[in-house]
């Protein structure tokens, strides 16, 4: 009996000792699990290593489906020749959308890394887009921005630094100069970072030549002059701080204006165009425009809450006014509806002498968080355009718009937006005794009666329902 407890116990110890070795060469709970993914953070950017390399990447973006609504009334269009302007009346209110479809793709690929000089970023913004219908963005794909960052250096497609907030709260624009959310400029700029959250600015940007940043219902690029060829970038200066309490920016662009009107000592310019500035309806000058804006954030009102202002001059710079910008750039034709404001850098008399523009634009949005889910964003803009130097009173001396409107989001869970935006603007032009009003013309499904009043006022609104899933 006792030989048997012997080996019995035996056998048991050494099958548990068997069964602990095979343990030992198994995973534990303890043991941590292999990393097939390491996770950065380099200059506040969470991301993962790319395989074999010291850089840290990011992978993000949005996708939206939105539906749009607007009222549409009687159109007008401008006709220009040099020394002349006409006023026509558009197509049938019969044929024209008052409602639309817009879906995008918006992805982001960031990707960064230290260096002896700072963090050294290229970002890239892709943008997909399919539209239809009232006030839609139509279809195609482009590169909305495109940059590289390095000690203080940024080069590529790129916000302006002239900008303060952009376009306002709203998928559609208030006056307010844009060039951030759209239509960015491509550029080189330096940034020279002081203490105490200040910053300095010096930046050589694309001019657009004499492009406008509108693709709205009926956008309408007025003016009676032809853009000259770019010799020189346009040039933005701008001190800013960014502090617990907000933000505020001072800036300023200086603007080339190079243009012809088409008509050069009584003919037609030469072969290509070239006019040598030497004669002829040219002109050759800088425009300029100035922008002041300060941001508060208003945590006693609700996390998140702020509110921001700003104020723009120009003069030759119209692009740089926000006008361009302000609900999808119709300069004023809301929906296409009454009769554009004559937006240009400058306009020729036909006899060698030209007008200049001045425009200035104040904007001011709030935003207020109710909850986690709920938000608002009210917003309120106001512009005026005044032309001076005009010779026979052939386009309005003064023109005054002013768009008001509000976004409204619930988000109900995590990286899901339902948002809703209603923005409503009117405009006024003061008559110009030398245009010429057209006659009845013929246009199926019915003819386009005459234009016996000067078209002195428009109004509309525009609403816009959008559902977003960002990532």
């Given amino acids: 009996m006792t030989l048997m407890k012997s080996i019995l116990l035996g056998s048991t110890a050494g099958i548990v000792a068997a069964a602990s070795a095979q343990a030992a060469d198994l995973p534990t709970r303890k043991a941590a699990p292999a990393e097939y993914v390491k996770i950065c953070n380099v200059g506040g ?37 040099p020394g002349a302007a006409t006023v026509n009346q558009g197509a049938s209110t019969f044929t024209r959308h008052q409602f639309g479809w817009t879906t995008r793709a918006n992805i982001d690929l960031d990707a960064r890394q230290d260096t002896a000089y700072g963090v050294l970023r290229g970002y890239a913004e892709l943008q997909f887009e399919n539209g239809n219908g009232f006030d839609n963005t139509g279809t195609g794909a482009y590169i909305n921005r495109a940059y590289v960052q390095w000690a203080g250096i940024t080069a590529g497609k790129a916000n302006s630094f002239f900008s303060f907030f952009g376009g306002g709260e709203a998928w559609a624009n208030i006056f307010s100069p844009d060039q951030q959310g759209f239509n960015q400029p491509d550029l080189l700029a330096y940034t020279a970072t002081f203490g105490g959250g200040f910053s300095a600015t010096i930046s050589a940007q694309s001019s657009g030549s004499n492009g406008f940043s509108g693709a709205g219902t009926n956008f309408a690029a007025s003016g009676n002059a032809t853009f000259g060829g770019m010799q020189a970038p346009d040039v933005v ?97 809301v929906n296409g509806n009454g009769l554009p404001m004559v937006i240009a850098d400058t306009w020729s008399n036909g006899n060698g002498t030209w007008a200049t523009p001045t425009a200035w634009s104040v904007a001011a949005t709030f935003e207020h968080h109710f909850s986690p889910q709920f938000s608002i964003d009210p917003e309120f803009s106001y512009a005026q355009l005044h032309w001076g130097g005009v010779l026979n009173n052939v386009i309005p001396a003064n023109a005054e718009s002013w768009i008001v409107g509000a976004a409204a989001h619930w988000d109900p869970v995590p ?51 959008e559902v977003t899933r960002d990532f």
């Avoid at 405009?427 to 009845?440: D, E, F």
């Avoid at 002195?456 to 329902?465: I, K, L």
Wanted: proline letters at 6%.
């Fill in 45 to 81: 950017m969470a991301g993962f290593i790319l395989p074999g390399s010291d850089t840290c990447f990011k992978i993000s973006g949005y996708i939206t489906g939105q539906i749009e609504a607007g009222n549409t009334q009687h159109q007008y269009l401008w006709a220009f020749a």
């Fill in 237 to 333: 200066a701008a001190l800013r701080v960014d502090q617990g309490w907000g933000a505020a920016q001072i800036s300023g662009v200086a603007h080339q204006v190079r243009v012809y009107d088409g008509v050069v000592g009584g003919a037609l310019p030469p072969t290509g165009g070239a006019t040598n500035g030497l004669n002829g309806n040219t002109t050759n000058k800088w425009g300029w425009g100035v922008l002041g804006g300060v941001k508060f954030n208003l945590p006693s009102f609700g996390a998140g809450d702020n509110f921001q202002v700003q104020g723009v001059w120009t003069q030759n710079a119209i692009w740089y006014s926000g006008i361009p910008d302000g609900m999808w750039g119709e300069n004023g034709q």
């Fill in 415 to 465: 990286h899901l937006d339902f948002e809703f935006e209603l923005l409503y603007q009117s405009t006024n032009q003061s008559t110009p005794k030398g245009a010429v009003l057209a006659a009845p013309g013929a246009l199926a499904p019915s003819p386009i009666p005459a234009v016996t009043v000067f078209p002195q006022n428009s109004n509309g609104f525009a609403g816009r329902f």
